[in-house]
């Protein structure tokens, strides 16, 4: 059954997934109050991989923050692709990455599907990393960690939180779109400047 923990939870990191992907500086503060939200539900929920995930979401959402507002120059960063060199070694780090943690989590934890939720974990902060530097490729990303979320949170009896996370796999498809509609922009705007 869902409570009013889940239910703010919910609403608030809707609210900042929706404003990422219009590209909104604001999605960083509700990020952090929905973060700390979860981190309190998924704590209850023996999901600790996610809750140490919603604690990384917090220390980066103030990173990123600062980062959207003042750039590395004081100017806006602007939205940009990721490097296919740079994607190459991403993926392989992340693999391993959740095969060390699952098992850590499953040797020394009674943690709920450790692998899964490790999946979750570990390409949820190459997601965040990726967004927090503005590159497009960050919603191909979590387009991978909602397809994971969803069941695991669904099969945990978290049915608002798992049709939340469906409907962000939605809205990394329209954002995908977006920010790559965006970055055209910026280019062809920065190519007139010079």
Known sequence: MTGPLELAANGLTAVAILLAGRNNVHTWWTGIVGCTLFAILFAQNRLYADVALQVFFIATSVAGWWKWA?????????ITHAGAANLAWTVPLGVAA???????????TNAYAPFLDSAVLVFSVIGQ??????????????????SIAAPLYLSRGLVLTAVLYAGFWVNAIISWR???????????????HA
């Open 129 to 146: 990393i990726l967004m927090m530097q503005r590159r497009v490729e960050n919603w191909a990303v979590w387009l991978l960690v909602n």
């Open 98 to 108: 959740t095969a060390g943690y699952g098992a850590l989590l499953h040797f020394t």
């Open 70 to 78: 003042r750039g590395d120059h004081g100017e806006p960063l602007p």
């Open 178 to 192: 977006n920010w790559y509609r965006l970055a055209v922009q910026q280019t062809a705007g920065s190519a007139k």
